[in-house]
């Protein structure tokens, strides 16, 4: 399977580097991260009353979801040689990424930005994801000076061999954001078996 980011196509290790569940494995985490309700699914396009206005291209240094706690630093993600999206160090379970050849948050376009669920310590930066609601707010602070402020449309989880490609890191006609984490199913052998993927769009702008 293959994912495209952008104009960029890459491999679908995207989920499976972020998804090894070395707490679950070795650790004591009772039912795992919260997953996402069904009742926080998209229902349509186009429900969204409020969209701002995009903004100039500035690279992000930090993600903030207050709701869940999130306060993290960004790092540039790129692609590994095998072409797959590269992954923040799992030992630092307080660190996200974000693609860094594709959009940036807050410009026209969907701009990515991943992160661990666990690592082998127990809970990592997106732990939580999968309890988000639709309407809470995800900002991330940019090179700029500018705070972009998202306000989430849905928060949804696939299976891998399930995963909707174009529907997640398709292109986007106004700013758009994907947070996006590991959830569904776990196992032993094969740890979690899809992603959890939170949609959101640009609402407002700080500076």
Same mark, same amino acid.
């Not at 707010?137 to 174009?166: K, L, N, Q, W």
């Given at each position: 399977?293959? &994912?495209?980011?952008?104009?960029? +196509?890459? /491999?679908?290790? @995207?989920?499976?580097? !972020?998804?090894? *569940?070395?707490? %679950? ?38 993600? &903030?979801?207050?709701?869940?706690? +999130?306060? /993290?630093?960004? @790092?540039?993600?790129? !692609?590994?040689? *095998?072409?797959? %999206? ?122």
């Amino acid at each position: 399977m293959r &994912r495209r980011v952008g104009n960029t +196509v890459i /491999a679908g290790v @995207t989920a499976v580097a !972020l998804c090894s *569940g070395a707490w %679950l494995l070795w650790g004591d985490a009772g039912a795992g991260p919260p997953q996402p309700a069904a009742a926080e699914a998209r229902a349509g396009q186009g429900q969204e009353a409020v969209v701002a206005p995009a903004l100039p291209p500035s690279p992000p240094d930090r993600v &903030r979801i207050p709701v869940i706690g +999130v306060n /993290a630093p960004l @790092t540039g993600l790129g !692609l590994t040689p *095998g072409g797959s %999206l590269d992954v923040p160090p799992a030992e630092d379970d307080n660190l996200a990424g974000w693609y860094e050849a594709g959009t940036t948050p807050g410009e026209t376009g969907t701009a990515i930005v991943a992160g661990h669920v666990d690592n082998a310590e127990g809970p990592a930066v997106f732990y939580r994801l999968g309890a988000l609601k639709r309407g809470a707010a995800v900002e991330v602070d940019r090179r700029d000076g500018s705070v972009a402020v998202f306000s989430v449309d849905a928060v949804e989880v696939y299976d891998a061999a399930d995963f909707p490609d174009e529907k997640v890191y398709g292109r986007a006609a106004r700013p758009e954001l994907r947070v996006i984490t590991c959830g569904g199913g776990w196992s032993r052998g094969r740890g979690y078996e899809g992603n959890v993927v939170v949609f959101a769009h640009l609402t407002g702008v700080r500076r």
